[in-house]
C-alpha cells in the first residue's frame, strides 16, 4: 500500500521512450470511492518554468518504483498552462 505523500517528487519516464517526462506534483484522487484517479505532474526543464503541468491518468502508470514512476504518455488527457 503507498500512502499519496509517497508519490511527490517521484521522477516520471515515457517508458516508450526513456525520456524524462517530469516530478509527481500531486496526486487527484477520486472522492466516492478513494481511489487515486491521476498524478499531476511537474514539467521539467524549462516547461517546469513556465507552470506547466501534465495530468495522467492512473490506468496509464505501468511501473512504480522506489524512486520513478514509468507512464505510457500517449494516454495523457490534458495539459495546463
Known amino acids: 500500500m503507498f500512502r499519496t ?4 517528487n517521484r521522477e516520471v ?3 516508450d521512450t526513456a525520456e524524462r517526462i517530469g516530478v509527481v506534483a500531486d496526486v487527484e484522487i477520486d472522492t ?5 484517479k491521476s498524478l499531476i505532474v511537474k514539467r521539467s ?9 501534465l495530468i495522467i491518468p492512473w490506468n496509464s502508470i505501468a511501473v512504480i518504483g522506489k524512486e520513478i514512476i514509468l507512464v505510457r504518455v500517449v494516454e495523457i488527457i490534458k495539459s495546463s498552462f
Do not use: A, Q
Open 45 to 53: 526543464g524549462i516547461l517546469n518554468m513556465l507552470g506547466r503541468e
Open 5 to 8: 505523500d509517497s508519490f511527490k
Open 13 to 15: 519516464i515515457n517508458i
Open 32 to 36: 466516492e470511492s478513494g481511489n487515486i
